[in-house]
């Protein structure tokens, strides 16, 4: 019987294509950010032409790796996060708008 509750309540598996189609959704709303080449992998943001973000998504297992520079730069210093789920994605996504506002008030 907890087998049977334990399966009914699992959450759906994560699809990591699908997220990455929302999360670019989501990143072209965040006005400074400029996507980067549209079909090339991986998916490549800049804030004034300079790299911020880099997305890639790995199908075994379906994860997205997402890549967050520390500042600006033209050789940016990377901090990676592998996102492994819907509540990963938010806090990640949650985590770039609080940089983009301590990069504005930098300048």
């Not at 006005?31 to 549209?38: A, F, H, I, S």
């Not at 297992?61 to 492994?84: D, H, N």
């Amino acid at each position: 019987m907890s087998d049977e509750l334990s399966d009914f309540f699992a959450l759906p598996p994560f699809k990591a294509d699908e997220a990455l189609v929302k999360l670019r959704r989501d990143l072209r709303d965040l006005k400074p950010l400029q996507e980067q080449g549209t079909g090339s992998i991986p998916v490549r943001w800049a804030l004034k032409g300079l790299p911020v973000i880099e997305l890639q998504v790995d199908h075994a297992p379906a994860v997205i790796q997402a890549r967050l520079a520390k500042r600006p730069s033209q050789r940016p210093e990377w901090t990676s996060k592998t996102l492994k789920s819907s509540a990963d994605v938010r806090q990640w996504l949650d985590g770039v708008r609080q940089q983009l506002k301590r990069w504005d008030d930098e300048d």
